[in-house]
């Protein structure tokens, strides 16, 4: 996988995050930060799972 196209992913991602936080009310601070966090781990996770399929 190429870095622009994990670019692409990672940035198509965080659009679709943005449209589910708008639609919601305002989660506190603390619980965005974890939600956060919980999808950036997420999202890291599945690079790699992508990233170990295309080099098998």
Do not use: I, K, Y
Request: no cysteine; glycine share 4%.
């Amino acid at each position: 996988m190429m870095v622009a196209d994990m670019n692409r992913l990672e940035q198509a991602a965080r659009v679709s995050m943005s449209g589910f936080q708008d639609a919601e009310a305002p989660p506190s601070p603390r619980s965005s930060h974890l939600t956060l966090r919980l999808g950036a781990v997420a999202l890291l996770a599945a690079l790699v799972l992508v990233a170990a399929w295309q080099l098998s």
